[in-house]
């Protein structure tokens, strides 16, 4: 059973930074892994992923220049730094993985998936 578990919300005052976690337990090996994100009345948001080697990364136009995902080469625990938080960006953060190449930005291709950890900027 593959577990995948986030950490590291909270809840901060605008221009402030955060720094989330996810870890995996469980037989999981060589998976793309990223962060999506889900707010009330709104859509899951694709936020950020991460390659295998952890040398390619890819994000959602709404946090370019102020997220950073990143991870170990081949380890199956990656990080989101968050800078500059604004209000829009509250939401759940969930982290998910793929092992098959699915299309980076779409919530379908990911096929485990965390709890979530929610994350709220106050302005």
């Known amino acids: 059973q593959v577990q995948l578990v986030e950490s590291g919300g909270g809840s901060v005052q605008a221009g402030g930074s955060l720094r989330l976690s996810c870890s995996v337990s469980?037989?999981?090996?060589?998976?793309?892994m990223g962060w999506f994100r889900q707010a009330p009345g709104k859509e899951r948001e694709f936020v950020a992923v991460?390659?295998?080697?952890?040398?390619?990364?890819y994000y959602g136009d709404s946090v370019k220049g102020r997220f950073n995902i990143s991870r170990e080469a081949f380890k199956n625990t990656i990080y989101l730094q968050m800078d500059s938080l604004e209000p829009e960006d509250t939401a759940a953060y969930v982290c998910?993985?793929?092992?098959?190449?699915?299309?980076?930005?779409?919530?379908?291709?990911?096929?485990?998936w965390g709890q979530g950890t929610q994350v709220t900027v106050s302005s």
């Open positions: 998910c993985a793929q092992k098959n190449a699915g299309i980076y930005y779409s919530s379908a291709s990911y096929e485990f």
């Open positions: 469980g037989r999981l090996s060589g998976v793309v």
């Open positions: 991460i390659n295998t080697n952890g040398d390619k990364t």
